[in-house]
């Protein structure tokens, strides 16, 4: 049970997304997760009015079927198999986010100055909610993929729009992190 409880390390976790990749170009299947908005909406009928969602969405059961476990495993994780160890963090980290007003960090996963449901309900916690969603709605159909679909999926295929799209990601996180994210908080 300890070693499920603690992180596991980069040479086991790799090698098992590595496994499941190849399982799924070998079943000429794709993993992504936004796929599945396209899928539920076509599940809703949105088919009769837009040729996007007209396919058969019958074919993509099995991703949903990722989604809800992905849904039920994250629940599972947080409640029964979670430790009380601390975030990992670089002291340097530690500090800069100190200086933004983050108090605790690395004591929770996430911080609570940015995720309590009183953060969340203020109203620069809802602006950045709804700006945020709207941002990564728009860069997911822009991109044609999330960040798992290109990052793990496209690239495992060597395919360069997924390389250009990881490329965009990790621009964009630098620029979110080190620019705009001080300016917030």
Not at 34 to 50: E, F, V, Y
Not at 95 to 114: D, I, K
Not at 136 to 163: D, K, M, N
Request: with cysteine; aromatic share 12%.
């Amino acid at each position: 049970m300890e070693y499920i409880l603690n992180a596991w390390s980069w040479y086991i976790s790799g090698p098992l997304i590595a496994v499941v990749m190849a399982l799924l170009l070998y079943f000429g299947k794709t993993f992504g997760m936004s796929s599945n908005l396209r899928t539920m909406c076509s599940i809703m009928g949105a088919g009769k009015t837009t040729s996007f969602f007209k396919f058969n969405w019958k074919d993509q059961i099995w991703n949903l079927i990722v989604v809800l476990g992905a849904i039920i495993g994250g629940f599972i994780a947080t409640q029964y198999l979670s430790n009380d160890s601390l975030t990992d963090l670089n002291p340097t980290t530690i500090t800069e986010l100190q200086n933004m007003g983050f108090e605790n960090s690395g004591a929770t996963l996430v911080p609570n100055e940015m995720y309590s449901m009183e953060a969340l309900t203020s109203p620069k916690g809802l602006l950045l909610l709804v700006l945020g969603g709207l941002l990564v709605g728009f860069g997911t159909r822009y991109a044609g993929g999330c960040t798992s679909g290109h990052a793990i999926t496209g690239l495992s295929s060597l395919q360069r729009p997924s390389l250009i799209a990881v490329i965009g990601f990790f621009i964009g996180g630098l620029i979110m992190t080190n620019f705009i994210l001080p300016l917030i908080f």
